[in-house]
């Protein structure tokens, strides 16, 4: 979709963005729909498919890790409830196995090349990514985005 386009449609879904604000984020929004649509594609493509249980499981790995040996059956179970209780926890859940899945599937069809990297080089590089997905976090374009 033309750049345009979509910059109207921002606007006129969400009449609050203000025309610099939206030129700001932009890039990051267009990064982001086109890695939605890719993703999207390629879950069809892999016939990858995420079920309440999927769900439900890897909310209770979250869990145990948080309560370790504290947690019992139980606690994770109420846990668990309550967690799916919220939509946007269920979300966040669905995008990560969502992601998981389309690596596990991308990595069984393409060849990965190991690169060795210093230390410092690779903290540089994951700060720079932290920072960079901070700053997206913090943007009232991507809060349209995920609002849709």
Do not use: C
């Not at 890039?27 to 649509?37: A, G, R, V, Y």
């Not at 994770?76 to 859940?93: C, F, G, H, P, S």
């Not at 196995?97 to 903290?123: C, Y």
């Amino acid at each position: 979709m033309p750049d345009g386009f979509l910059k109207r449609w921002l606007k006129a879904a969400n009449e609050k963005l203000s025309e610099e604000t939206i030129e700001r984020e932009y890039e990051t929004f267009s990064k982001n729909l086109k890695w939605t649509l890719l993703k999207n594609k390629l879950s069809k493509h892999f016939e990858i498919e995420i079920t309440e249980q999927d769900i439900r499981e890897a909310f209770a790995q979250r869990v145990r890790e948080y309560f370790g040996a504290y947690g019992g059956g139980d606690l994770i179970n109420a846990a668990i409830d309550r967690l799916m209780q919220d939509q946007k926890q269920v979300n966040e859940i669905y995008e990560d196995i969502l992601v998981d899945k389309l690596h596990d599937a991308i990595t069984g069809v393409v060849a990965v090349e190991s690169k060795p990297i210093d230390r410092e080089a690779f903290m540089k590089i994951l700060e720079e990514a932290r920072a960079k997905a901070r700053a997206e976090q913090e943007s009232p374009v991507m809060d349209l985005e995920e609002e849709e």
